[in-house]
């Protein structure tokens, strides 16, 4: 790691992530309603600022739970009442796939979470339990669960991979293959140059990569 490969990541920072550094959440830690949440609505969604998308999804959960976020069942009891659900949360987006709304998704996701035992943050386990639970789910699928780790503070190999991506992107093809502990410690140093948090930093990295992923592809000739 070499001071002009972090002022390398540093311009491309500024280039392709928000200026606006209030754009940039840190994740939910130690609150899996949150997490959940986050995963769910920010798919194929304009994540927000603070008071709009996904956030004020959280935010109007949060008042309406007046604690802390950390306890499943308390999505899980509105598996019969999506439409409630929905009210609380006020956003009547679908999943991909338009299978159910996203409030439905998000109540299935945390019951068939609850059911294999993982109602909080410090359940996951291993994170298998809980994948297959969560791809259970109509409409849910990798990148959730991607997400839904990573707001926890976990790195799955997807999310992973386009963090390796991302710096890889700022260093340009000159530069030898980059690892994904390369480019974990390079993201670290430019998150102090930045002054962002490095959680930050991580997240907005992650949702860069999949607004490229899912991004209409030109048409061959």
């Known amino acids: 790691?070499?001071?002009?490969?972090?002022?390398?990541?540093?311009?491309?920072?500024?280039?392709?992530?928000?200026?606006?550094?209030?754009?940039?959440?840190?994740?939910?830690?130690?609150?899996?309603?949150?997490?959940?949440?986050?995963?769910i609505f920010s798919a194929r969604a304009t994540y927000g600022t603070p008071t709009s998308g996904v956030r004020r999804v959280v935010a109007n959960w949060r008042a309406h739970?007046?604690?802390?976020?950390?306890?499943?069942?308390?999505?899980e009891a509105f598996t019969d009442a999506p439409d409630h659900l929905a009210e609380i949360l006020d956003?009547?987006?679908?999943?991909?796939?338009?299978?159910?709304?996203?409030?439905?998704?998000?109540?299935?996701?945390a019951a068939a979470l609850a059911d294999v035992g993982i109602a909080g943050s410090g359940q996951l386990g291993d994170g298998r339990t809980a994948q297959e639970a969560l791809y259970s789910v109509p409409g849910l699928g990798g990148a959730t669960w991607e997400t839904f780790v990573l707001q926890l503070g976990l790195i799955g190999p997807a999310a992973l991979d386009t963090m390796r991506g991302f710096v890889a992107e700022a260093l340009g093809p000159a530069?030898?293959?980059?690892?994904?502990?390369?480019?974990?410690?390079?993201?670290?140093?430019?998150?102090?140059?930045?002054?962002?948090?490095?959680?930050?930093?991580?997240?907005?990295?992650?949702r860069h990569g999949r607004t490229r992923a899912i991004a209409p592809k030109p048409l061959s000739a």
Request: hydrophobic content about 45%.
């Open 91 to 109: 956003n009547r987006q679908r999943v991909p796939g338009n299978y159910t709304t996203k409030a439905e998704a998000a109540a299935l996701a």
């Open 1 to 39: 790691m070499t001071a002009q490969q972090i002022r390398a990541l540093a311009r491309h920072i500024d280039t392709a992530l928000p200026g606006d550094r209030s754009r940039l959440p840190s994740g939910w830690p130690h609150e899996a309603e949150a997490a959940l949440l986050d995963a």
């Open 65 to 75: 739970r007046a604690s802390d976020l950390d306890d499943l069942t308390a999505l």
């Open 175 to 206: 530069e030898s293959p980059v690892t994904e502990a390369h480019a974990l410690h390079l993201l670290a140093a430019a998150a102090e140059t930045e002054n962002i948090p490095p959680a930050a930093l991580l997240n907005a990295a992650w």
